[in-house]
């Protein structure tokens, strides 16, 4: 649409919105604005609709693909100022980034309008995140007389979904999957009117034309209940024990009564999931009152509050009480509960009604994606849920929730998914061609890198199912044509087992591969904008080193593509490896072997001794220095945790008896050849085998000698290597305890030690080092960003 088309007697229509007529100075100036950042999906447009008319000026506001572009006409001081205030003063998500100002003729405009978006890319693509209520919505929602009184599906310009209902770009409602709901006059009106908020807000629905709300039982039947009786139906079974399978924002929660051991035990059978944690849902309270049902239940801070009442909505890891009234077996033998508040309006409603805390876990097959859609809710929760809730807004991409954890005094997300995701960073150089990294085989993330742009998707999880490496497949399709980017290299892991990896060899794009550790350091130091050289931690469970072994207990030194490994732990071997991680017992197994010790727990792991026999042989047997499998043996020693139902259950058990901290054991580190040294754990093992000390005692020595060895590493490395910061990464630095102790064993040093905390410190920021990492190493980019690391 041609900017005349708006001129004087232009007809209002639903995508062309005109001002009041507006009186021009006779030396009117004319200058048009593009903006690009986070400016669609936010009220970007209409903040700019108000501003212009509040100033008495002319023009119109337009979205096109990647940008938003403003002509305006007026006094030459009021246009200096009305930009100033745009970036200054722009609604809460949006994050407008002034590119281009330029002077161009006066048209002589009667009026301000709002454009229809135009479909051609104009500048860089930023998606904008799902988001909870606003306030005001809130005060709509809890308002009898409000035409959206309790409207499951209420927003704003300010607020809702946004990355789980769109389908294309610029955003408009065209563009998302609330298309299939034509407005109602009411709602038309208020899109239409610039003094209402939600004036083109896209999702915008109400109880006459928006989605509707369903509810059917465990045989797929039906139950004719009203739309609007469906929360108060729910409530009701849910307070009576039922199980729920409810459609959210971006997949389906399992609801259940969270204080009811038995019907929490009923979920954990039926779900096929024994020990792992669930997450709980709370009342959101009145106002701003903290929550006291909450309160009695887990402890945390303002700040923390802060967090699970923000937009983001995210679970948020934090200590249980010992008052809690959550059923025993919510969190079994852990310290900490995940906890979360209402993440839509009709969570909010249903949980107001029942008014106790409900288990809000993701609804899908272990080891699978969420589900999103009615077909696949009654295939794969057949045998789950007693009811169903269903609403007809299709969710056009699965969203996992957030989650977030305090360690070392900051908040550090464990997961990136709705709020976050997708998480629109900026590199440090441009790069040259488009290049796609698929992250690595748990906890997967893909990252898309063009020009200077890094798009890292949501959580996807682990790639072992058929249904998980579909997720993965579409994901990668869904990034590159949501961006208008089409990679022409891709980046994966050098473990060739890995299904992202096989992915990358099937593309039919240029294949680099990154070592997996190499990766996790180049993350951290692409958050904190390391240039200089410094020296990485990276401890985690397993990832195939460049010398073919597993590594995990690794410590670098350098800068991205120049890193240098210069400690690890002493090796052992692992037979079985790729068992291992849910067979702990065999990683204890492994230690006593290596050093000719015997351990009782075999009598019960390995009766018949079939597996010391091949390990003895040497088959299938793989040299290990994996911090975690170090800490997978501890907890099997201590804890007769020789089998787990899901990832790192035996360390998160075991960093939950700590109490006190105790005098640590000391490590030895051995110079292996020049500048490389190993740590020895064997001096551990004493203390592990011993039948007369507490589990507890135990595990509070182990995390003192863990931490105490970092400390000591650096103090080592210190007159060979300069280095001023030192970094912590990879996923046993999850472990709260440990990071806090190490803290407190190098709080005397003049080195800075940080950890993740914008990026996951596991595996989900491993496609982000491994764009990194090929750019640093790439011929093209190489001396670019090495130039750069060393000024």
């Known amino acids: 649409m041609s900017p005349s088309q708006h001129r004087k007697g232009f007809n209002v229509t639903l995508q062309t919105i005109v001002s009041p007529l507006i009186p021009q100075p006779a030396d009117s100036a004319a200058q048009l604005a593009c903006f690009m950042g986070i400016v669609q999906g936010v009220g970007f447009r209409p903040f700019v609709y108000r501003l212009a008319i509040g100033y ?60 229809r978006s135009a479909s051609e890319p104009h500048g860089p693509i930023t998606v904008p995140q799902d988001t909870y209520l606003c306030s ?17 599906f209420i927003n704003c ?6 990355y789980s209902i769109i389908t294309g770009m610029p955003y408009d409602r065209s563009n998302t ?51 609007t009786s469906v929360v108060s139906f729910i409530a009701e079974q849910l307070t009576a024990g039922a199980i729920v399978a409810m459609k959210s924002v971006g997949g389906y929660h399992l609801l259940c009564d969270a204080t009811n051991d038995m019907v929490v035990r009923q979920l954990r059978l039926k779900k096929d999931r024994f020990h792992k944690p669930f997450a709980v849902m709370y009342p959101e309270p009145q106002g701003n009152a903290v929550s006291t049902m909450l309160a009695s239940d887990v402890s945390f801070t303002d700040d923390e509050w802060r967090t699970l009442c923000s937009d983001s909505r995210p679970v948020l890891l934090l200590p249980k009480r010992t008052s809690s009234l959550l059923a025993r077996n919510v969190a079994p033998a852990l310290a900490c509960q995940g906890v979360m508040l209402p993440c839509s309006a009709l969570h909010r409603s249903v949980l107001d009604m029942v008014n106790r805390p409900l288990i809000a876990t993701s609804a899908n097959l272990s080891g699978e994606p969420v589900v999103v859609n009615e077909q696949a809710a009654h295939k794969k929760l057949r045998g789950i849920a007693d009811y169903y809730v269903h609403h007809d807004r299709p969710i056009v991409r699965p969203l996992d929730d957030s989650v977030i954890k305090t360690s070392a005094g900051a908040q550090r997300p464990i997961r990136i998914g709705r709020g976050i995701a997708p998480l629109e960073l900026t590199l440090p150089v441009a790069i040259d061609r488009p ?44 990034l590159q044509r949501l961006y208008g980017v089409c990679a022409e290299v891709v980046v994966c892991d050098k473990h060739s087992g890995y299904a992202s990896t096989r992915w990358a060899k099937r593309s039919g794009l240029d294949v680099v591969r990154v070592q997996h550790h190499e990766a996790h350091a180049s993350a951290w130091a692409f958050e904190y904008g390391v240039t200089e050289a410094s020296v990485v931690f990276v401890w985690d469970g397993v990832g195939l080193g460049n010398d073919g072994h597993l590594w995990g207990g690794e410590v670098f030194y350098g800068t991205p593509g120049h890193w240098r490994r210069i400690v690890s732990f002493k090796p052992f071997t692992l037979q079985g490896a790729e068992q291992a991680g849910r067979a702990p017992w065999r990683s204890a197994a492994a230690l006593c072997w290596q050093e000719g010790v015997l351990w009782p727990g075999l009598e ?12 003895q042989q040497s088959v299938n047997c793989h040299s290990s220095s994996s911090a975690g499998r170090l800490f997978d ?39 292996v050849q020049d500048s490389f040294w190993q740590i020895d754990w064997a001096p551990l093992l004493p203390l592990l085998l011993d039948a007369q000390c507490s589990a507890k005692h135990k595990a509070e020595i182990f995390h003192a000698s863990m931490a105490g060895v970092v400390s000591e590493v650096i103090g080592l490395l210190g007159p060979h290597f300069p280095f001023e910061r030192v ?14 102790w190490i803290q407190d064993a190098t709080e005397d040093q003049a080195f800075k030690i940080t950890l993740p905390q914008q990026l996951p410190v596991n595996d989900g920021a491993i496609s982000i080092g491994q764009i990194v990492e090929h750019i640093a190493t790439s011929t093209c980019m190489g001396n670019a960003l090495t130039t750069e690391m060393t000024e």
């Not at 008495?56 to 002509?71: D, E, I, K, P």
């Not at 298309?179 to 006059?185: G, Y």
């Not at 939600?198 to 004719?224: M, N, Y």
């Open 56 to 115: 008495g000026l002319t023009g119109w506001v337009q979205n096109r693909v990647g940008a938003v572009y403003v002509h305006v006409e007026g006094d030459r001081a009021c246009l200096n100022t009305f930009f100033q205030e745009i970036v200054v003063n722009a609604p809460g998500h949006a994050s407008p980034l002034l590119h281009t100002l330029q002077e161009v003729p006066v048209r002589h405009y009667d009026n301000f309008a709002v454009l």
């Open 136 to 152: 005001a919505c809130i005060s709509d929602f809890n308002m009898p007389e409000n035409p959206r009184y309790q409207y499951p």
């Open 157 to 162: 310009s300010h607020c809702g979904p946004r």
């Open 177 to 227: 999957s609330m298309t299939a709901f034509p407005l109602c006059t009411r709602c038309e009106a208020e899109y239409s009117d610039p003094t209402n908020r939600r004036f083109h807000a896209e999702p915008i629905a109400c109880p006459t034309c928006g989605p509707k709300l369903t509810v059917k039982d465990h045989t797929g039947q039906d139950l004719g209940v009203e739309s």
């Open 435 to 478: 290049t796609l990294a698929v992250g690595a085989h748990q906890k997967n993330t893909v990252s898309l890198a063009w020009n200077d742009r890094l798009v890292v998707s949501p959580h996807i999880g682990d790639l072992t199912s058929v249904a998980s490496q579909q997720l993965f497949d579409e994901t990668i399709t869904d």
């Open 604 to 615: 019960h792991c390995d009766p018949d001794g079939w597996v010391h026999h091949a390990w």
């Open 633 to 671: 043996a501890a907890a099997a020693f201590s804890l007769a945790v020789y089998t787990t139902t899901y990832e790192a259950q035996g360390p998160m058990m075991f960093e939950s008896l700590v109490a006190d901290k105790p005098a640590a054991i000391s490590l030895p580190i051995v110079p």
């Open 727 to 740: 970094g912590l990464t990879g996923g046993v630095f999850q472990n709260q305890t440990l990071v806090s």
